[in-house]
């Protein structure tokens, strides 16, 4: 059994996300902690529950998802791992955050490795698949368990709604064709772990998502 645990960080309240398995190894997916408190509140999830961080993840390189890439990266000695086609985003998170009025000092730290369409990761005696779904970002994926039934979206999918497409790379029709191809094709109790707001499922998108 895996366990997923949900960590609302930063003014955006995204979500990041802590599957831990049962001897405790975990991984940390888009954390996006900024101050030193969310920063200090993570690593106390981590060591209150004895857990041993042996990936860093991330969904999309969007900075709400990012902002804790460097300290997880030298706090815990991992290297990000996520879809090529976002990378050009970490040089961009420096200059985004000035947009919005945040100073931060340096971008995430590069890549260590890529994830890849299908490609299968395991961890803690289960199987975790990566479906690339661009359109909300170019590399955008989804990290899906289909023994456990979650799967964690980043911001591809929202209980009842879809994720922005006017950002540099976005695509509206390619976003929805790629989440009724890759997502609405999961079993229907599938459980969708979101990069902001609540969770919910396949079943329940199916019938309340207007955009589909
Ligand atoms: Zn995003
Ligand atoms: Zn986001």
């Known amino acids: 059994m895996l366990k997923v645990h949900t960590l609302p960080y930063?003014?955006?309240q995204e979500n990041t996300y802590i599957i831990s398995a049962e001897n405790g190894d975990c991984i940390i997916i888009d954390p996006g902690c900024l101050s030193p408190e969310e920063q200090q509140h993570l690593v106390a999830y981590v060591s209150e529950n004895k857990l041993n961080p042996v990936k860093l993840l991330n969904t999309h390189l969007h900075l709400d998802h990012v902002f804790g890439n460097r300290f997880v990266s030298e706090h815990f000695k991992l290297g990000a791992i996520a879809h090529k086609g976002d990378e050009f985003w970490l040089e961009q998170t420096v200059p985004y955050a000035a947009q919005m009025g945040?100073?931060?000092e340096q971008n995430p730290p590069a890549l260590e490795g890529y994830l890849e369409d299908n490609q299968e990761i395991e961890f803690?005696?289960?199987v975790i698949q990566v479906l690339h779904i661009p359109g909300h970002s170019p590399g955008g994926v989804a990290l899906y368990c289909p023994n456990e039934g979650f799967a964690i979206v980043g911001d591809v999918?929202?209980?009842e709604s879809i994720g922005r497409t006017d950002l540099p790379g976005g695509d509206f029709d390619t976003l929805i064709s790629g989440i009724k191809t890759k997502l609405l094709s999961l079993p229907d109790?599938?459980?969708v772990y979101s990069g902001h707001g609540p969770s919910t499922t396949i079943g329940h998108e199916k019938v309340h998502n207007?955009?589909?």
């Open 210 to 212: 207007q955009f589909f």
């Open 157 to 159: 999918l929202f209980r």
């Open 102 to 104: 945040m100073q931060l």
């Open 189 to 191: 109790e599938t459980v």
């Open 124 to 126: 803690g005696g289960s």
């Open 10 to 12: 930063n003014p955006w």
